[in-house]
């Protein structure tokens, strides 16, 4: 079964108010990233090359958080810490029914990985370390596990994780790398992101209706893999694929 | 109702006021050819004269005028050129075609705030209900005087008659006519969202002024920044090359230049503050020659490399264009993680961040003014 279909217009709303709505949290390099993302995404839309192409936030240049001194937990205790996301996304245009016109949608063709990554921040005594990484993926039609997952580690041998160890596939309902972006700042920024979100800007309203209708899919689906006859529900959900057309606006 | 068409004369005019007769007929020199103009002491302008020009350019200081003046009321003395301008804009019948107002002084920095101590035109312009502030230093000016004033008296004769707000197609060919956008560029069509992105004066405001506003915004907006449109300098930080190497490229690298050449803006006020560059074609053009790794750094410097030797590649993982404590931008690009992200009152929410380098800001009072800051605790 081919890949997720994603809007282009969508994604790019939210771009732009996650980049609008993470502003405060974030280091001001992260700024280039969003703009590169948007500008990915009209690339894709209005360049007519029907091939694979990379929808990504580079790893070089990663979107980064500012320091979280303890936020991340209730009592607001803990050494400094800052968070890394970068991702990439295998994609192709769905070529328009008139061909000149500029693409609206594109497909998931094979890799959809977010990569996060938690830094101790430099002390006195000690330096800078990166501490924690996990990944959001997508699966495709041959990967095993739930189609939306999240596996620690694995980018190497290393223990504990190791790559040849590809479990576990936690369960994820974070689709975009936007969304794990939201996940990572209200990770790290426990409180103050639950009080930053309830301002009803623009920016939020927007984002919250493109997660509102995202999530409400993706759990709908969920639910209904589970509701099994026979068999273990939780089996069935691992074994689902959705339809590539799952998050296609009506 | 007078009326000015565009057929009765054959080349944009401006009208120089100046204090001194004789100076104003020198500044006619620097047109002669170029140009139809007329110079006038404030006291000899007329209503016609105003009607006929595209352009008023008016000296700063009037001493010479206002010692001779007889009249005694405050409300009746316009005390320097910015008030004058305000004068004679207001003998403008909103039914003529547009005229332009702009100042010329060697002194600029008295209409500046405090900081930043070199004066910037379009601010000065924007917060005195102007067009520009032309300045009798030379190098407060970014481009030549002469040019300057010829390509601002054109923009204003290019303007249309009437501005077709009520028709939208209309409405739209013309703006695309005056911004030299081709519309068969295959990235046409992207270029004017993000034209759109950048909230044009094209309704009300264009009807009300004759497409004046249209040209403010440019001029005011537009043009001094990173929008739709990009100077030399972000060109070559998007290509990750010195600004230097590509000035120089672009002057003497046919082939540079004739890559590029599709993407160089030549609407009105074309060169006016330097080349611009249509950003959503430079895109374009590097999503095609990179298959599609625009970003990626081994991809575009190996189409720079292609393109031309004699660009000098930096290696930055993220340049970016840096201010001085003039809010000048400086030609040596620098890395995001050694820069600060400034915001200036004229920056608008529209454009690019603006930077300055984390030494200069350190360094610098009204710089560290204007930093962002990020790291404060929300209650």
Known sequence: MPGLIFSIKELLDEVNSAAAMTNDFLDESSQDAFSELRTQLENI?????????????????PIKTIP??????????????????????????????????????????GKASTVVKIFRSRTDDLPEAEIAMWRMEVGDDASPGCHFHVQVLGHDEAVPFPKSLPVPRLPSVMATPLAVLEFLIGELFQERWRKHVNADTHATQRWRSIQRDRLTKLLHWQKTQVDVKDGSPWSALKMAKPDPELFALV | MASRRKSARTSAGILIVDDSLEDAQSKQGLFRGRLSTVAKT?????????????????????DGWLEQLA?????????????????????????????????????????????????????IARTNNLEWAFSKLAAENSQPFDEQVIQLAAAVAELPRSWPASDEKKMRRTVGQLLGLEPKAGWADRAWRTIDDC????????????GLAFLRWLLHQILPFPTFLW???QLAARLRVTPHSLRAALNDDQKVRRALRPFRYSGVLGSFLGDRWWRSGIEDFLWQKTAAKSFARDALRDFVVKLSASLQIIDLAQPVVVFDEHLQAKDVLVDVSEAVQLMPDDWPAFADPAWASRSDVTDDEGLRSLAVRRDDAEA
């Open chain 2, 42 to 62: 404030p006291d000899d302008v007329t209503v016609q004269d105003l009607k006929s020009a595209d352009l008023v350019l008016i000296d700063f200081v009037l």
């Open chain 1, 68 to 109: 979280s001194t303890g936020e991340y937990e209730a009592s607001s205790k803990g050494y400094s810490v800052y968070g890394t996301l970068s991702s990439v996304w295998e994609v192709r245009r769905i070529k328009p029914t008139k061909k000149k016109d500029p693409a609206k949608q594109f497909q998931l063709t």
């Open chain 2, 231 to 233: 100077d030399t300098r």
């Open chain 1, 45 to 61: 839309r209005y360049q007519h090359i029907d091939k694979t192409v990379e929808w990504t936030v580079s790893q070089a240049r």
């Open chain 2, 71 to 123: 009249i005694a009321t405050i409300a009746n003395v316009p005390k320097d050129g910015r008030a004058l301008a305000a004068v004679l804009r207001s003998q403008c019948d909103p039914v003529w075609p547009p005229t332009a107002f702009a100042l010329h002084s060697a002194r600029l920095n008295q209409l500046a705030g405090a900081f930043p101590t070199r004066p910037r035109p379009h601010v």
């Open chain 2, 199 to 210: 909230h044009p004066p094209l309704h009300e405001f264009a009807t009300a002024t004759h």
